[in-house]
Structures are given as structure tokens and as C-alpha cells.
């Protein structure tokens, strides 16, 4: 249970001057459930203005990313979502792009898929976040930053998020963009979305780095991980599906590596112990039928 809500008093110079950081984010994010890991996610890692996100709704997703029916809802990796220029509190006054992670793209696809399953029927007006306003919002930041001891202001997840943007895209205009601000490439798309379907996968590209993932793994460790999968398939028969169900486990930040690699090393053994008791087997067979053959 979280502890009753608490007012700082803290001097607002003082509060601007606390930061945020992964493991702050992470703290956030392990105490959340999907609804909250989302609008957290929109707010601090898409730097997405609170106003907007209860704006959301489902028509909003890329076609290309986003496959709806009556039982499920399936989403692209790294799902792009546009936030249209009428919404209230887009300041920007343009159509901009937010492009979710891979984690944030798992949450909420199990979030739409959990609310389908209680009867909700989504259609193209449905909101993306059951949230009625910013206020709601707020409450959810406030609840969260008051778990974890944090004084800092609210608005320091966008300031964390456009953080990392920088740190994984060096295109200025593209980031401007993507905060909403009206640069030379909202200029150019300002009216209708006239990015290509290729244009879109090669900007989600530019964003889809170990910068913008809290829980995720960088390339160099996602190569260091499938080459102890090699290894280890090369000493015995590891189930397939087990093991890319724990790689998805990964990257949608439902598990830690520590955790992969011990679920993963369970895995080994169980099949080492298999292919042993398999072996012991084939030889007792033998040995039996050897045994018989010379009684006769």
C-alpha cells in the first residue's frame, strides 16, 4: 500500500535541481501496473505532455502497426502512434509522431488485449489510456513519485526523456518533432502525414537504441546473449520456444538479465539432465537386449 499522499514543502528551486535517472525510472516502473508503466512510459520516456495522453485514442495508431479484431490486438515492435494538432494542450499546433519502445509496445498491447477480455469492445474513438483527464495523470505521477521517496517535479520526466533523446538521435529537427516542437520537419508534414511507409521504419530506427529502453538490453549485449544460446545449443537439444519466450520476457522488461541467465542456465540443466537420463536409457535398452540374446 502505498503511504498517504505527501505535500512537499520543498523550495521549487530546490525540487528543479533534483534529477531523475534510469534507476529512479526503473523504482517507477516495477511498482506500476500496466495502465500506470504506460502513462509514465508516454511521459518519460516519449516525453509526451500529460494533457495529451487521455487525448489518445486507438485511430491514432499507425496502420501499419497496429491489427485489431474482436478477441485480441496486435502491435508492432516499436509502435508509432501520431498525436493529432486539435488535441488540447498541443502546443506545437502540429500532427507529431510518438514512437513507443520495445517494452512500452508489450505493455500496452497485454493492457488493450486485458481490457478486451473484460468485454471492452475498442473501436476507432476508444481511448488508448482510461484516463479522463490530466489531472488523472498527475495523480498517477504524484502516487508513484511519492512511493519512492522522490521530491522532484512532475515535469521532470519530459525533461528526463528529451534527455535521452539526444543521447540516441542526432538529428535536431527529428527530435523537435518528436517533442512536439514546431521545426523545419514538422514544417514539411505539417498538413497531412506524407511519410512513406519506409520513412517511418528508418526514423523508428534512428530512436530504437539502448538510450531511450529502461529495462531493455543494447546490441552488444543482445549479441553477447545469442552467443551463450549458441553455446549452449551446441551442448544440448534447449527448447526453441522456451527460449525465445524468455528473450521476450527480456526485452519487455518483465525480467532483469540476471534473471534471463538463471532461467536460462535452469533451462540447460533440465536439458543436459534429459539428454543423460535419454542416454542412460538408450544404454540399459541395449544391454537388456544383449543380455537376452545370449540367455537364449
Known sequence: MFREMRFDKT???????????????KKLFDNADLKEKIVIGFYGINALRPSLIPQLLMEDFYREDFENNDNSVKLARNTWIWVKREYEGNKGNIDFPII???????????????????????????????????????????????????AGRRYLLRHYAFKQLKRSCEDYDFR????GHKGKM???YDHEHYLTHEEIEEYKAMIN????HIYGFSRSQQALIETRIDTIKALCNLDTNQVEALKKELASGKIIIQTFN????KLAQNAMNKQIETRFEELFIRMNKRYNSHST
Do not use: H
Not at 521549487?12 to 525510472?25: A, E, G
Not at 538463471?262 to 542456465?265: F, N, Q, Y
Open 11 to 25: 523550495s521549487r528551486k530546490t525540487r528543479d535541481r533534483t534529477m531523475l535517472t534510469k534507476n529512479i525510472m
Open 100 to 150: 513507443l519502445t520495445a517494452e512500452e509496445t508489450a505493455w500496452l498491447e497485454q493492457y488493450l488485449n486485458n481490457r478486451i477480455r473484460k468485454g471492452e469492445k475498442l473501436t476507432p474513438k476508444s481511448r488508448i489510456v482510461l484516463a479522463e483527464n490530466k489531472r488523472q495523470v498527475d495523480y498517477i505521477v504524484d502516487k508513484f513519485f511519492d512511493a519512492i521517496d522522490f
Open 176 to 179: 523537435e518533432w518528436l517533442m
Open 186 to 188: 514538422s514544417a514539411v
Open 209 to 212: 537504441s539502448e538510450a531511450l
Open 262 to 265: 538463471d532461467k536460462l542456465t
